[in-house]
């Protein structure tokens, strides 16, 4: 493998809990043709971010600088952005009227979807992780426009650990997108949405 072989990312984590996606990310690196260098991480909770500096000790220290106060200077010179924002607006638990847009909790992903539309040179890849019924909110269909606008690649897919041969049924939503080339199908994760047009949310379940 030469080094013009190897892709560089340069990532900055919001919503960077214990580092869950950092180690995903050294996972991958570690049998692919990629290297990472985390720039920045963001999380509000000084215990997620004490259990991350644990978990990754010769990485970055989180910062507990509010999303919402972020500015486009502090996300220059990202290529990735990862972040998997906080899930209680969405959750199927909330049947309450303070929940998606009206839970002040939305606001920091409100906040990025923004960021994304105003920085000049955006991420060249983009990964949201969130709770099942995420994908049918408000604020799920706000950040899908601003990727529209922004001409990313995306698919919306529907995952669970069982499909990777993981004995736990956890489902959740993940969201990817890329500036550069489209997003390949999967027989394993069940795509639910694509950059112009919906899937039926409940197909996969229709059919078993």
Known sequence: MTETS???????????????????LKQ?????SVKYNILKAFDF???????YHYN?????????KPIQN?????????????MSPPCQPYTRQNETKKRDLNDKRSSA???????????????????LENVINFEV??????????????????????ISPEQFGIPNTRPRIFILASLVKEIPD???????????????????????
């Open 6 to 24: 190897i892709h560089q990312l340069n990532v900055i984590e919001f919503f960077s809990g214990i580092g869950g996606m950092h180690y995903a």
């Open 28 to 32: 991958m690196s570690s049998s692919a």
């Open 45 to 51: 909770s000084t215990t997620a971010n004490a259990v």
């Open 56 to 64: 990754h000790p010769d990485s970055i220290h989180p910062s507990q």
């Open 70 to 82: 972020l500015s486009i200077k502090d996300l220059e010179n990202a290529n990735m952005w990862l």
């Open 109 to 127: 992903l409100i906040h990025l979807c923004k960021l994304l539309d105003e920085i000049s040179v955006p991420p060249t890849y983009f990964l």
């Open 137 to 158: 909110s408000d604020s799920c269909q706000h950040l899908l426009s601003t990727l529209r606008r922004r001409n990313y690649h995306f698919k919306m897919f529907k």
């Open 186 to 208: 999967s027989n394993i994760m069940n795509c639910i949405s694509r950059d112009n047009r919906n899937i039926d949310v409940n197909a996969n379940d229709k059919k078993s």
